[in-house]
């Protein structure tokens, strides 16, 4: 099974083909690149890069040289990092190099998570309850979003052909920590967060009325629910078990609860049409997290319309990857590829015995492992990766 690490193209620019390659194969023991194809803004801390130690991406930018007559007459276009333009096409000579006995290529792609392309694209933004748009969050539903992402990830692949793309957040996003200087004075609870994630906005509504779900309804339920929320003094739980307790929560309310599963359909068919127009010889799989679900994502029915799943084990305890890796190949079941992903974060990762112990899990099942991230974490760190593979 492929074992990889996260990997952005300034990091490459930064050190240099040969120290990356040199890096990742002998020193952490790897054998693919999983390289950002598209990406969000952020501040990042750079404690290796002999150019900075501090940088700012651009925002909802694309870092590979598009096909201009695959982006005839779509509606949200892409915008090339000035990384690339500037300082070349990382991925083409990753390629190339993968062509001349290099590593695997796996491209990291981020579909809807999209601040820059929100702002210039209201129109294709999830909005909650109240109608409020979530800037950093392009809709599933929404034809233009979804056209962006599905040629996007169909440019990448053929005119690139890399041996996987990873999709991550194909999907519905949460309300917090996805936008920057977040201020909430309420004290949100775990649904009232989820509550003001769940999206209402004009796509989403027709195509649930075309489902046979009244999503109307709904939406005036969960808009009474916040509006409670917020005026009260402080804090209180309405479902003190959620999420652990599931969709389970909301069945005394059938409308909601219908719409919330329904909620499901716009993610898995944007994966099926991502998956249709790939390349056949590029694997898509998606990233998702141990409660995919509070985004729309049912691991079980993306499994049968790609072909499988890197599932993060950020914060787990090594039995807690062993139960996360046992419920993903049961809902994939036994022929889909499935992978896990570490946060090589310190103090998450406090020593190469903390690492090996949580890897130790996915080495005896035999999945594909990802570690995050090579241009984030002191060199000495791939030391640890190395002795964690290298423990079985």
């Known amino acids: 099974m492929p074992l990889s690490m996260w990997t952005y193209p300034w990091d490459v620019q930064d050190l240099g083909y040969e120290t990356v390659e040199r890096e990742l194969t002998q020193r952490a023991g790897l054998d693919t690149i999983s390289l950002a194809t598209s990406y969000h803004a952020g501040r990042f801390l750079q404690p290796r890069s002999p150019r900075r130690k501090a940088y700012f991406p651009e925002d909802g930018t694309i870092y590979f040289r598009p096909d201009k007559t695959l982006w005839e007459g779509v509606a ?3 915008k090339l990092a000035d990384v690339i333009e500037k300082g070349g096409d990382v991925l083409r000579e990753l ?3 993968r062509d001349q006995g290099g590593m695997k290529i796996s491209c990291w792609t981020v579909c809807l998570h999209n601040t820059r392309l929100g702002m210039l694209h209201p129109h294709a933004v999830t909005r909650n309850a109240f109608g409020d748009p979530n800037y950093y969050n392009l809709c599933p539903s929404h034809p233009d979003a979804r056209a962006y992402v599905r040629v996007m990830v169909q440019d990448i692949s053929r005119n690139y052909r890399p041996d996987r793309i990873e999709l991550e957040s194909p999907s519905f996003m949460g309300f917090a920590h996805e936008y920057h200087h977040e201020k909430d004075g309420v004290g949100l609870t775990p649904e009232d967060d989820f509550l003001l994630s769940l999206c209402f906005c004009p796509s989403c509504l027709a195509r649930s009325t075309e489902a046979g779900v009244d999503g109307e309804a709904a939406r005036k339920l969960v808009r009474q629910w916040i509006a409670e929320s917020c005026e009260r003094a402080v804090p209180a739980r309405r479902f003190p078990d959620f999420p652990a307790s599931g969709l389970d929560t909301f069945a005394p309310w059938p409308e909601l609860h219908a719409y919330l599963l329904w909620r499901f359909e716009p993610v898995t068919s944007l994966v099926d049409e991502i998956r249709a127009a790939t390349d056949p010889a590029t694997q898509v799989v998606i990233i998702d997290l141990k409660d995919g679900w509070l985004g729309g994502c049912d691991l079980a029915a993306l499994g049968k319309v790609c072909d499988g799943a890197i599932l993060c084990a950020y914060d787990m305890s090594p039995e807690g990857v062993t139960d996360l890796l046992t419920a ?14 570490y946060r090589l974060f310190y103090p998450e990762m406090p020593d190469a015995g903390a690492l090996a112990a949580k890897v130790k899990p996915a080495l005896e099942a035999g999945v594909g492992i990802n570690f995050y991230n090579y241009g984030l974490v002191p060199a000495a760190r791939l030391d640890w990766v190395r002795q964690a593979l290298d423990a079985k």
Do not use: S
């Open 95 to 97: 390629v190339r190099r």
């Open 328 to 341: 993903g190949r049961a809902a994939l079941g036994p022929d889909k590829f499935l992978g896990t992903g």
């Open 76 to 78: 949200i276009q892409p």
